[in-house]
């Protein structure tokens, strides 16, 4: 580990997992101490190699921090506010974090990608413009949208806009599949549900309902001590789940079975982890009313007591119905999360 003066990082997530991050920064990387937490983002300071942040699972991407303006005003007049303090911004300290991962020209080219929430007088493009002069200004650095060599990240979030370099080169959730499904899971997610399973060396685990695989392998990739079950009910989507655990070597079995009725004793699993059909691309709401209830009593069935159940679907109401009126499972904890425009919520239930 390199010793040195910690440097001040953030990292972007699923809105609504910020305190799963944060929880896996700090057991990941003991180094590191989060500092502050906001929507869809986790702020820490950290004195070791960069290359051990980006094996981080439940994150979308990396970025050193640049600096953090908490003075925005919504007319369009403080878009020469933000000119002028990226042109008297030192991005040095944030190109040698980068340089520990990726060579850099001496000129290099980059672009800004502008994020707006909030109610301005301006737009995404004008922040990302606003910006990007002001770092031309201090820099003469060419501006290349597409084949750049630095990625500076400007969130505007009401009053304060966030600053950043990305240090990830590949969003982090396109992993753990070589094929997938429309209602494929981010598998920055189903890592988040893997370490909401508190996972354990030896165990086995069902995933009942497993489309193109993603919670399996993620649980593989996790700890590959695991014995692992991936069922689902139709033929061309355990296909997908096949050529994805072939490609990425997860000692899966596979089981062509419907979730009400598994093929499996009693107890026969310690987690199970689901993405359930939303009703939206996978079945449909009058579908999941007869379905939730049973897969549900199912799941409670396969699962030892003392078990941990991770359950993500967007039918709230339906799915709190169907636990309800199952005594075994006390549900522990429920995350609201923020994923391409849906709202699904996370259950981690135990059996009791
Ligand atoms: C939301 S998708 C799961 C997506 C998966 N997590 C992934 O990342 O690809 C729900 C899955 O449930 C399966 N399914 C629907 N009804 C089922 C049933 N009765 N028994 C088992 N699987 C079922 C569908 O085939 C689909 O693959």
């Given at each position: 580990m390199t010793a040195g003066a910690p440097s001040h990082f953030y990292v972007t997530c699923v809105g609504g997992l910020e305190g799963v991050v944060a929880e896996e920064i700090s057991q990941r990387t003991p180094s590191a101490t989060v500092t502050a937490l906001a929507f869809g983002r986790v702020h820490f300071v950290y004195a070791g190699p960069v290359a051990q942040l980006l094996t981080l699972r439940t994150i979308e991407h990396l970025h050193a921090h640049i600096a953090v303006l908490e003075t925005v005003r919504p007319e369009r007049a403080w878009l020469s506010e933000l000119q002028a303090a990226l042109a008297a911004t030192d991005l040095q300290p944030a190109l040698e974090l980068m340089q520990q991962v990726r060579e850099l020209p001496a000129k290099p080219s980059f672009r800004v990608t502008p994020i707006r929430h909030g109610q301005?007088?301006?737009t995404s493009p004008e922040i990302g413009a606003a910006a990007g002069a002001g770092i031309v200004e201090r820099y003469g650095w060419p501006v290349d949208?597409?084949?750049?060599d630095l990625d500076i990240r400007v969130e505007v979030r009401d009053a304060v806009a966030a600053v950043g370099l990305r240090l990830?080169?590949?969003?982090?959730?396109?992993?753990?599949?070589?094929v997938h499904m429309?209602?494929?899971?981010n598998p920055t997610v189903a890592a988040a549900m893997v370490r909401l399973s508190e996972p354990e060396p030896g165990e086995t685990v069902l995933?009942?309902?497993?489309?193109?695989?993603t919670l399996i392998t993620e649980r593989y990739q996790h700890d590959p001590q695991v014995r692992l079950i991936a069922s689902d009910l139709y033929a061309e989507k355990l296909a997908l789940a096949a050529e994805n655990f072939a490609t990425l070597a997860v000692p899966a079995r596979l089981l062509r079975s419907d979730a009400r009725a598994l093929p499996l004793r009693t107890g026969a699993a310690d987690k199970v982890l689901c993405n359930l059909p939303?009703?939206?691309?996978?079945?449909n709401p009058r579908l999941n009313r007869r379905l939730y209830p049973p897969v549900l009593t199912e799941i409670a069935r396969v699962v030892r007591p003392g078990g941990i159940v991770v359950l993500l679907t967007s039918e709230r109401r339906l799915l709190e119905q169907s636990l309800s009126r199952l005594a075994e499972l006390r549900l522990a904890r429920q995350l609201h999360l923020h994923v391409g425009g849906l709202q699904p919520t996370l259950y981690v239930a135990r059996r009791l």
């Open positions: 301005h007088e301006f949208l597409e084949g750049y990830s080169e590949e969003a982090l959730h396109r992993r753990s599949r070589v429309r209602a494929s899971l995933d009942p309902m497993t489309g193109a695989g939303w009703g939206r691309i996978v079945a």
